[in-house]
């Protein structure tokens, strides 16, 4: 389908500057658009391309729009705009309404009419789905699960007893979401499981990147607030909480009964320890490790940048040597003052 570029500017807040009635169907790059399509440009060091580029039209901010040969749309933040054309141009293809032959739905389950069940779904008892929501394939929900209006599971995805998926949620194929914590006692020496009792609320308008797992709590749920972004193989233990607006990249670890804040920003690769508390506001880069508390909003790094094997072995030495040194610093101080 083909949109107007004016009808794209007002989806995206933007001004048109050419053409309001060219119409664009598709999204690419600077480097390899043609012209039925739009780009976009947010990162400066792309700018060469623009006097090149055979996009139709281009989203842009204010400092560049003379750059572009042809066709713009000028907004204050391009990436945000992209964002929201591409959902436009974009839409998710509409899932086929009812309960697939060949899905398992227990009959005391509760299911909206306009939801869509795939097949080989199971739906155990007392489960409740809202309104407009997709189960894709394959997927699993057990005992008392609850899923808001209009969210969607993709395929495969493992909800355990009791779990709550809020409104507008979007969950990757191949997450599981309640398994129990790891959660073992030492009984002279002899580790015996403890039982996981509770659950996992997640908020609304949540996604989870595939392959993400998300233990249930011990006692109290793990809790996801609202508009947590998850990326891709993410492992949040149990009784972990989650504040609103929240995004972490793959590959994060999160022990615990952790709780980290509002609007956090967490790099892939990320180690949390246990029992921590994270303010709001905190940016950890990637492959960052948490030790401790974090009660200070900012931006939080460790870990060490790779560089040549022989320039590490050297460093190592010289990281083995450190007790040594800060020994013979404090006996100087000690000369010093007498």
């Known amino acids: 389908m083909a949109w107007t570029l004016q009808q794209i500017a007002q989806h995206v807040g933007g001004v048109v500057y050419g053409d309001k009635d060219f119409q ?4 690419a790059t600077l480097q390899d658009a043609t012209s039925n399509q739009i780009s976009f440009l947010s990162n400066t060091k792309y700018k060469k391309y623009l006097a090149t580029t055979n996009a139709g039209a281009v989203i842009i901010g204010n400092h560049v729009v003379e750059d572009v040969p042809y066709h713009a749309i000028v907004v204050d933040d391009p990436y945000v705009a992209y964002a929201k054309a591409a959902a436009l141009l974009n839409p998710l293809r509409s899932a086929q309404q009812g309960i697939h ?32 929501v997709v189960i894709g394939p394959g997927c699993v929900l057990q005992n008392g699960v609850k899923i808001g209006d209009d969210t969607r599971l993709i395929a495969n995805v493992t ?50 990147g595939a392959n993400t797992s998300i233990d249930c709590g011990a006692i109290d749920n793990t809790i996801i607030g609202n508009g947590v972004k998850l990326d891709n193989q993410i492992q949040i ?28 920003i967490i790099g892939g690769g990320v180690g ?23 009660t ?6 460790s870990g060490i940048p ?5 320039q590490w072995h050297r460093n190592v030495v010289r990281y083995r040597q450190m007790d040594k040194l800060t020994d013979r610093v404090k006996q100087l101080e000690l000369k010093n003052k007498s």
């Open 237 to 264: 233990a149990h009784n972990v909480v989650i504040g609103d607006h929240t995004v972490i990249a793959g590959c994060t670890g999160i022990s615990g009964s952790t709780q980290i804040g509002k609007h956090c």
């Open 296 to 301: 200070t909003a900012g931006s939080y790094s």
């Open 272 to 294: 949390i320890s246990g029992h921590l508390s994270i303010v709001d506001g905190v940016q950890l880069t990637g492959m960052a490790f948490v030790t401790k508390s974090i």
């Open 101 to 132: 032959d060949m899905a398992s739905v227990s009959v005391d389950s509760k299911i909206h009419p306009t939801a869509s069940i795939g097949a080989q779904v199971v739906i155990e008892s007392n489960v409740e789905i809202g309104q407009g």
């Open 159 to 208: 909800l355990c007893e009791n779990v709550q998926i809020g409104q507008r949620g979007i969950i990757h194929p191949g997450v599981v979401i309640g398994a129990d914590g790891f959660g073992i006692a030492n009984d002279k020496g002899k580790w015996i499981k403890v039982p996981q009792i509770g659950s996992v609320v997640i908020g609304d308008d949540v996604e989870i």
């Open 24 to 27: 664009v169907d598709s999204f």
């Open 306 to 310: 790779a560089e040549p094997t022989q």
